[in-house]
């Protein structure tokens, strides 16, 4: 056979790229070939509507939200939810404070919060029970449950001030506005880090009455981007801090990423979660502020002990997120679900969510307390146990080690000296207690004092 003119003319160069192909693959088969961008990590969300309503929506309270929508779509939903746990978009027109936002999508919002209203999952009978925070929620109240609102579900680019979702977060059984989340949000913007804006609110459904609670702007592609130069990944509440390998779509139920998608990938969390994993003692020792911000995660610990929070990354619920800073190439633990702070208000038990994790985090017997005390550093079993979520990995080692523990111990003695005996905590808890009657909430006096307690047990060293 007769080899082509354009082959024979360009034989030596062909036979160059042949020889530099084959000593790549002999050389280099059997390394890991990461990904590498040099572009900059911005979302492919981009805003180009954004509808400017009336006031600053979160600006505290005194705000109403009227939601509508067709009652059939709304059925099949719950039932979608009830056989088989997927939370499916409807369309739905919102109404906020005078402004109307037409075809907005509207989704069940919450894992644990919401085992009450999906029972039994089977699809038959549904057994009502009390959920976390000790609500029993229904399909015929829709203006108690927690929900996602999304702008730019339908329409694409749309935001409303410059927020593409929004979270109307459940009550408790002690205040419609979830007095104890919005504490703890409070207070966590007041330690200095990163958190959801929040305000109070009058919902209504579909013309019904309207009922006080509490709405957050949701952490999402313009919320990420307005941290800074860095992607953010939200854990899943059926993931793990388990190192699975190199293969990305083994995360893809652990870790969510928020923003910069094209940019960047789970990389750098696949690298934080070998290095936990794989690292001995004195390397993780010596090594894990290169991957993690050490003085801000023990502040991170700190705080959701001294706010008695079991649901934290180690809980059961496998609530927080991760920042990566591109500038720094290392990590921020960042918290998110709230209402479970302070113990829940008393209607669960377990230790707190710096050291307790996911053990003992069974509803108390009818009339009993949350037990007092904290249980030493490392305690419970990090992974949340069989069928939960669970980060604690990261945590278990960080304070396993005796300098990284008396990072901790300062962060604790600091936040309590700020926080609590400094009386910012009662301060706040007044403000959002004026704030919620605003809105209607009958219970917050009620919910105030029991806090208030709370605060004032609050150990000034950790145990």
């Given at each position: ?128 029970g009390r959920g976390p925070g000790g609500v029993s929620l ?49 207070l966590t913007e007041a330690a200095g880090q990163t958190t ?268």
């Amino acid at each position: 056979m007769a080899v082509p003119v354009r082959v024979r003319r360009h034989w030596r160069t062909a036979a160059a790229v042949c020889a530099a192909l084959l000593a790549l693959v002999v050389f280099f088969g059997d390394a890991r070939i990461r990904p590498y961008t040099t572009s900059d990590p911005v979302s492919e969300e981009a805003v180009t509507q954004d509808i400017e309503g009336e006031g600053d929506l979160f600006d505290g309270g005194g705000h109403t939200i009227e939601v509508s929508y067709d009652p059939s779509q709304y059925a099949d939903m719950i039932d979608t939810f009830r056989t088989s746990g997927e939370k499916e978009y409807i369309k739905a027109d919102v109404v906020i404070d005078g402004t109307a936002v037409e075809d907005v999508g509207l989704r069940l919002k919450g894992n644990s919060t919401l085992s009450s209203l999906r029972g039994g999952g089977q699809g038959g009978t549904v057994q009502q029970g009390r959920g976390p925070g000790g609500v029993s929620l229904s399909e015929d109240e829709p203006e108690a449950l927690p929900w996602l609102v999304s702008f730019d579900e339908y329409v694409e680019g749309r935001a409303y001030q410059g927020s593409t979702e929004i979270a109307l977060r459940p009550a408790t059984s002690t205040s419609d506005t979830a007095l104890n989340e919005a504490l703890a949000l409070g207070l966590t913007e007041a330690a200095g880090q990163t958190t959801q804006d929040l305000s109070f609110t009058a919902l209504s459904v579909n013309g019904g009455d309207a009922e006080p609670r509490i709405v957050l702007d949701a952490p999402d592609a313009p919320w990420a981007d307005g941290l800074g130069d860095g992607v953010l990944y939200k854990a899943r509440a059926e993931g793990s801090f388990d190192y699975l390998g190199d293969d990305p779509t083994d995360y893809e139920d652990a870790f969510k990423q928020i923003n910069a998608e094209g940019a960047y990938d789970l990389q750098p969390v696949m690298d934080l979660l070998e290095f936990v994993d794989e690292a001995g003692d004195e390397e993780f020792a010596s090594e894990l502020d290169e991957h993690v911000d050490v003085e801000s995660f023990a502040s991170y610990l700190a705080l959701q002990d001294l706010m008695s929070n079991g649901d934290a990354m180690d809980g059961p619920g496998n609530n927080y997120y991760l920042w990566y800073d591109a500038g720094e190439d290392r990590f921020t633990v960042l918290s998110w679900d709230l209402n479970m702070a302070f113990g829940g208000m008393g209607m669960m038990g377990g230790g707190p969510g710096g050291r307790g994790g996911a053990e003992g985090m069974q509803p108390p017997e009818e009339g009993m307390q949350a037990p007092e005390g904290r249980e030493p550093p490392g305690g419970g079993d990090g992974g949340g146990g069989p069928g939960m979520g669970g980060s604690g990995a990261l945590k278990e080692r960080f304070l396993e080690n005796d300098e990284f523990a008396q990072l901790y111990e300062e962060a604790y003695a600091d936040l309590y000296e700020s926080l609590v005996q400094s009386g910012t905590a009662a301060d706040l808890l007044d403000s959002e207690v004026a704030q919620a009657q605003a809105v209607g909430d009958e219970e917050a006096a009620s919910a105030q004092e029991a806090l208030a307690e709370q605060i004032a047990s609050i150990p000034e060293e950790s145990a």
